[in-house]
C-alpha cells in the first residue's frame, strides 16, 4: 500500500508543478507589472495563452525536416522528467532514484539540444542566432550549475536530490560559506538558464536581442504551446531546485495528508517569494548586451568554485 | 565447460583472418572485387573472433599465457590475453566488424580513381594485425614489433592518397611523431628491463624499480602513449593525420588505435610499473584537464567536418587521462575500491569514444560519399537527402553530448561520481586539485554540446550551402549496415550500464584488487544505492511514453497536421541559404571569449572576410624545435666536408675516445 501511495505522489509531483508553472510566471509578471504602476494581467493569462495555442493550426516551414515536429514533444518530455527527478512537496521520491541531479542537468542537456538544433533547422537567420548564442550561454551556466551540485553533494556525500533535501531538513546546517557561494551562482545560474533578464528577455521581439524567442520563432500551434510550456515548466523546476537545495524546510518526509498539505502551503509561499524576487530584479536590472554575458555566467561559475573550495578548505574536517 | 579457454585460441583466429586479408589484397590490383568478397570479409572474421576473445576474457576473467614457436631464439615470443586486454579487444572487435560491413561499400570510389586497392587493402589488414599484437603481446619485444608494424601501416594509409601535397605533409608528421612515440615508448621498456632483467612482462610486473626510475619510465610512458593519444601538446599530428586518411581507416584510426595507445598507458604504467604514486595521479589530471578543454575548443572551431571530430577524439582521450588521473590518486591514497570506480569510467569512456566516434566518422564517411563535401560552411539540409545517415549521426552526437538516455552521459556520469569521493582524500591538495578536476570536465561536457549541435546543425539541418549539398543522396545498404551496427553497440553500452559495468570491471579488479558494486542489470549505483543511482531505460520508457502520449493527444483530428509554408522569419524578405548561420558564425562567440587560447588571424576586405585558427603549440614548441633540430643540423655539416682524410681523423677521434672509456 505504502509502494502505490508514494509511486502515486511520485506520479503527481512533476505534474503539480507542470500545472502550477504557468501560474509562477503570471505571478511574475504581475508582480512586475505593479512594481512598473501597471495592473498587469489576471492570473490565468498564460493558461490561456497555452489553450489558445494548442487549439490553433500548426504551420512549420517548408525548408524544416522531421526533427523540426519531433523537437517540441523531446523537449516537453525531457523538462517534465528532469522536474520527476525534483522533490516538490516530499522527499520519498523513487524519481529522484532514476535520475539524480547530474542525470536532471543531463535531462536539461538534452531539452536544449534539441531547441537548438530546431532553432537551426529551417534555415533562418534568427534561429542560427538564437542558437548560436543559447550555446554561447550554457557554455558557462551549465558547469556552473555542475559545481553547485557538487558543492551540495560532497557536504551531503549524495548526488540523490531527495536524499540531499532530507539530509538538509535532518538537521545538516545550511549556514554555511560554501553553500552562500552556491546559492549565489545558482541564482545567477537561474536567471540565464530560463532566459530572464538580464541575459535575455522573456518579453522581447526586437529581433537583435532574442536568444530563446529566436529559436522558438519559426514555431506555432501546438508545436509553440509545448516549447512555452517547457520553458515555464523550467523556471518553475529552478525555483523548486533552489528551494530544495537550501530552503527545504516544509517538505513532507512522510506522506500524510496533512503534511501534504503543508508542504503545498510551504512551497507556494517560497515559490511566491522568489518569483517576487526575480521580478524586483527585473525591475531593477537592465538586459545586458551579449558580450557582457560570458562575463555574467564565468562569475556564476567562480562562485561556484569557490563554494566548493570553500567547503574543501574550511567544512571538511575528516 | 572449455569455454574459458577460448579466449587465447580467438584471438589467435583474429591474427590469423587479418594476415590472410593481408595476403589476398595485392590480387586487388587486378581484380578489384577481391578487396569487397576477400579482403573485408576476412577482416570482419577478424573482427568476429576479436570480439569473442575480449568478450570470453572479461567474461571469465581468466588470464591465458602461451609461448609462441616465434621471435629470435633466446627470446621467443610470449602472448597472453587477460581482462585488461578483453576490454580492448572489444572495442577493436566492435569497430572492425562495422569497418568491415562498412569497408566494401566505400572502397568502391576508389576503384575508378588512381589509388591502388591493393595498398588499402595490404595496409589495412597489417594495421589490424599490428593492434591485435599490441593487445596480445606479453613480452617488450614482441610489443615494440606489433606497435611499430601498427604506426608504418598506418602511415600508409594516411599517405592513401597521396596525389594530395597536405596529405603527404600529414603522414610525414604522423610518421615522425610516431617515431618520437616509438623511441620513448622504447626506453620506457629499457628502464622496466633494467630493474627486472627480462623483456617479459610477468617478470618486470614482480620487479620494482625504485622511485627515480619508475618516475623516468612514468614519464617516458605518458610522452610516448601519449603522442600516440593524442595528449596536448603532442597531438598536433592527430587533426591532421586521421581527417587525410580514408574514412574507414579515419574510423579505426580514431576509435581504435588510440585506444590500443590507451591500453599501452595502461599496461605499462598501472600493471607493470609497480606502486601507484599520486604524483603521477595529479600529472596526469592534469594533462588530461588541459587536453580535454583544449580539445573541445579547438574542435568548436573546425569547419572540416573530420578535423572536427579528430579534435573531439583529442578531447575524450583527455578525460580518459582524466579520469586514470583520478584513479592513480585514489589507488595511492589506499582506496582500491574509488580508483575501481574511476578505472571503470575510463574504460566506460574508451568504450563510447570507440562506439561513437566509430560511428561519426564512418557518417562522415557517408556525407563524403554522397555529398563529396566535408566543409560544414558548404554542407546543409543533409537529414532530409540522407535521412538515415542523417539518425545515425544524430544518434552519435548526442551521445557524444553527453546527454541521458545515451552512453556518453553514463561514463561522464561514473568520472563525476568518482570525482565527487575527493572528501575521502586526507591531503588537502588533493581534494582541490580533483574538484578542479570535475570543473574542468564540466566545461568540457558544456562545449562538447555545442560542437556536436552545430556538427550537426550546419550540416544535416536548415538549407543546402552547395550544389554538392543540394545533390547529395543516400549511401549504399552495406554503408548503412556498418553505420546500424555501431548504433546497436551504443544502444547495448546506453541503455545496460549495469551488465556493461560488470564486464569491465573485471580488468578494474585485475588493476586494482577491488570490485565495483554493481545493482541488478536496471540500475547504475558505483558507490551505494542511497548515495548515487542512474538508470536509462525508465528514462528512455517516460521519455517515450510522453513524447507519444503528446502527439496522441494532440494531434488535430479534423484538418491536416500541419501546414507548411515559406519560413516566418520575423516577416523579412524569404531567406535564402546563404543568409543562415555558418558553422564559423555559430562558433563565434566562443572564439571571442576564448580568443587568448587561439591563434587567430582574421582578416576582414571588402566583401571578404577570412579567418584562420591555428594551434599555438604550433609556434611555441614545434617551430622552435624544429628550428634547433635545423641548427643542430647545421653544425653536423660542417664535419661533412667531402674529404676521406677528415672523416678517417674523426674515425679515429671516435675510436681513441672509446677505448679511453673502455679503459
Known amino acids: 500500500m505504502d509502494r502505490v501511495l508514494t509511486l502515486t505522489a511520485a506520479l503527481l509531483q512533476p505534474l503539480l508543478l507542470l500545472a502550477a508553472a504557468p501560474l509562477l510566471v503570471a505571478w511574475v509578471r504581475r508582480v512586475k507589472a505593479r512594481l512598473q504602476n501597471r495592473r498587469g494581467a489576471p492570473l490565468l493569462t498564460p493558461y490561456r495563452e497555452l489553450r489558445k495555442l494548442l487549439g490553433k493550426e500548426a504551420v512549420v516551414a517548408r525548408t524544416a525536416s522531421p526533427l523540426f515536429r519531433i523537437a517540441p514533444y523531446v523537449v516537453f518530455a525531457a523538462t517534465l522528467l528532469a522536474a520527476a527527478a ?58 556552473a550549475l555542475l559545481l553547485v551540485v557538487f558543492t551540495l553533494a560532497m557536504t551531503t556525500h549524495t548526488t540523490n536530490l531527495a536524499s540531499m533535501a532530507a539530509s538538509t531538513l535532518a538537521g545538516d546546517s545550511v549556514l554555511r560559506p560554501s553553500y552562500m557561494f552556491a546559492l549565489a551562482a545558482l541564482l545567477l545560474v537561474g536567471v540565464a538558464e530560463c532566459g530572464r533578464i538580464p541575459v535575455d528577455n522573456p518579453s522581447t521581439h526586437l529581433e537583435l536581442t532574442m536568444i530563446h524567442e ?105 | 565447460m572449455m569455454l574459458d579457454a577460448l579466449a587465447l585460441p580467438l584471438a589467435g583466429v583474429a591474427v590469423l583472418a587479418a594476415l590472410a ?66 576490454v580492448f579487444l572489444l572495442i577493436l572487435g566492435a569497430v572492425l566488424l562495422a569497418v568491415a560491413v562498412y569497408g566494401p561499400g566505400y572502397a568502391r570510389e576508389f576503384r575508378n580513381g588512381r589509388d591502388s586497392l591493393a595498398a588499402l587493402g595490404v595496409f589495412t589488414a597489417l594495421f589490424v594485425v599490428g593492434m591485435l599484437g599490441v593487445l596480445l603481446a606479453a613480452d617488450a619485444f614482441l610489443f615494440m614489433v606489433a606497435w611499430e608494424l601498427m604506426s608504418l601501416a598506418s602511415y600508409f594509409l594516411v ?6 601535397a597536405e596529405h603527404r605533409h600529414a ?17 620506457a621498456f629499457g628502464v622496466l628491463a633494467a630493474a627486472s632483467g627480462s623483456f617479459s612482462f610477468a617478470v618486470m610486473r614482480a620487479a620494482h624499480p625504485d622511485a627515480l626510475w619508475a618516475a623516468v619510465a ?7 602513449f601519449g603522442t600516440k593519444a593524442g595528449l596536448a601538446p603532442l597531438h598536433v599530428w592527430l587533426p591532421e593525420a586521421h581527417p587525410a586518411a580514408p574514412s574507414h581507416i579515419s574510423a579505426l584510426m ?184 570535475a570543473a574542468a570536465l564540466a566545461l568540457t561536457a558544456a562545449l562538447g554540446a555545442a560542437v556536436f549541435v552545430r556538427a550537426f546543425g550546419t550540416a544535416f539541418l536548415g538549407r543546402a550551402r552547395s550544389r554538392q549539398a543540394r545533390r547529395a543522396h543516400e549511401v549504399g545498404r552495406g554503408m548503412l549496415a556498418g553505420q546500424a551496427l555501431l548504433i546497436l553497440g551504443i544502444a547495448i553500452t546506453a541503455l545496460l550500464p549495469g551488465p556493461v559495468l560488470g564486464l569491465l570491471a573485471r580488468a578494474a579488479t585485475q588493476l586494482t584488487g577491488a570490485t565495483v558494486a554493481g545493482d541488478g542489470w536496471l540500475w547504475l549505483t558505483p558507490i551505494s544505492p542511497s548515495a548515487a543511482s542512474y538508470s536509462p531505460l525508465p528514462i528512455l520508457a517516460v521519455l517515450l511514453i510522453v513524447g507519444a502520449l503528446g502527439v496522441a493527444l494532440l494531434r488535430p483530428r479534423r484538418r491536416a497536421a500541419v501546414r507548411r509554408t515559406v519560413p516566418w522569419d520575423c516577416g523579412f ?70 674529404h676521406v682524410r677528415r672523416y678517417l681523423a674523426w674515425s679515429l677521434i671516435t675510436l681513441l675516445v672509446l677505448l679511453w672509456i673502455v679503459s
Open chain 2, 21 to 86: 586479408s593481408a595476403a589476398v589484397s595485392p590480387a586487388a590490383a587486378r581484380w578489384p572485387r577481391v578487396l569487397s568478397w576477400l579482403s573485408f570479409p576476412l577482416l570482419g572474421v577478424c573482427a568476429l573472433a576479436a570480439l569473442g576473445a575480449g568478450i570470453d576474457a572479461l567474461w571469465f576473467g581468466g588470464m591465458h599465457h602461451a609461448l609462441l614457436p616465434l621471435g629470435l631464439p633466446w627470446l621467443p615470443w610470449q602472448v597472453q590475453v587477460d581482462p585488461l586486454a578483453g
Open chain 2, 218 to 224: 612514468f614519464a617516458l610512458a605518458l610522452i610516448g
Open chain 1, 214 to 318: 529566436g529559436m522558438l520563432l519559426e514555431y506555432s500551434g501546438r508545436h509553440l504551446a509545448l516549447m512555452e510550456w517547457a520553458a515555464q515548466l523550467k523556471l518553475a523546476l529552478f525555483a523548486v531546485l533552489t528551494v530544495d537545495l537550501f530552503l527545504p524546510w516544509g517538505l513532507a518526509t512522510r506522506l500524510t495528508p496533512l503534511t501534504l498539505l503543508g508542504a503545498l502551503a510551504a512551497l507556494a509561499l517560497k515559490l511566491a517569494a522568489l518569483g517576487a524576487l526575480l521580478a524586483v530584479s527585473e525591475t531593477v536590472l537592465a538586459k545586458m548586451r551579449l558580450f557582457r554575458v560570458p562575463g555574467f555566467l564565468a562569475m556564476a561559475f567562480l562562485l561556484a568554485l569557490l563554494g566548493l573550495f570553500a567547503h574543501v578548505i574550511l567544512e571538511s574536517a575528516l
Open chain 2, 254 to 437: 580514431s576509435a581504435v588505435m588510440l585506444k590500443v595507445a590507451l591500453y599501452g598507458f595502461l599496461r605499462v604504467v598501472f600493471d607493470l610499473l609497480g606502486p601507484p604514486q599520486w604524483g603521477f595521479g595529479v600529472t596526469l589530471v592534469l594533462v588530461g584537464g588541459a587536453t580535454a578543454v583544449l580539445g573541445v575548443l579547438f574542435a568548436l572551431q573546425q569547419t572540416d567536418l573530420k578535423r572536427l571530430l579528430a579534435y573531439s577524439s583529442i578531447e575524450n582521450l583527455g578525460i580518459i587521462f582524466l579520469a586514470l588521473g583520478l584513479a592513480q590518486i585514489f589507488q595511492a591514497a589506499g582506496h582500491p575500491a574509488l580508483a575501481a570506480l574511476a578505472l571503470v569510467a575510463a574504460l566506460y569512456q574508451a568504450l563510447n569514444h570507440a562506439l561513437l566516434k566509430g560511428l561519426l566518422f564512418l557518417g562522415a564517411g557517408a556525407v563524403l560519399h554522397g555529398a563529396h563535401e566535408r566543409s560544414l560552411d558548404h554542407l546543409g539540409g543533409l537529414l532530409r537527402r540522407m535521412p538515415r545517415t542523417g539518425w545515425f549521426f544524430l544518434i552519435g552526437c548526442l551521445g557524444m553530448a553527453a546527454v541521458p538516455p545515451l552512453n556518453g552521459f553514463v561514463s561522464e556520469w561514473l568520472t563525476f561520481q568518482a570525482a565527487l569521493q575527493a572528501w575521502q582524500l586526507h591531503d588537502s591538495l588533493l581534494r582541490i586539485l580533483v574538484p578542479l578536476a
Open chain 2, 171 to 187: 603522414a610525414f608528421l604522423y610518421l615522425l611523431l610516431a617515431h618520437v612515440a616509438g623511441l620513448a615508448i622504447l626506453l
Open chain 2, 573 to 642: 524578405a524569404p531567406p535564402t541559404p546563404r543568409m543562415q548561420y555558418s558553422a564559423a558564425g555559430f562558433a563565434q562567440p566562443q572564439r571571442r571569449v576564448f580568443a587568448p587560447l587561439y591563434a587567430l588571424h582574421e582578416q576582414v576586405t571588402p566583401g571578404r572576410y577570412e579567418l584562420a585558427v591555428g594551434d599555438r603549440a604550433w609556434r611555441r614548441l614545434y617551430l622552435p624545435l624544429g628550428a634547433l633540430t635545423e641548427r643542430a643540423a647545421d653544425l653536423a655539416r660542417r664535419m661533412q666536408a667531402g
Open chain 2, 159 to 164: 599517405a592513401f592518397q597521396h596525389e594530395q
Open chain 1, 86 to 143: 525534483l522533490p516538490v512537496l516530499s522527499t520519498l521520491l523513487p524519481g529522484a532514484r532514476v535520475a539524480d541531479a547530474i542525470a536532471l542537468i543531463g535531462l536539461l542537456g538534452l531539452a536544449r539540444i534539441m531547441l537548438t538544433l530546431a532553432g537551426l533547422d529551417a534555415g533562418t537567420p534568427f534561429g542560427g542566432m538564437g542558437a548560436s548564442r543559447e550555446m554561447l550561454v550554457t557554455t558557462f551556466a551549465e558547469p
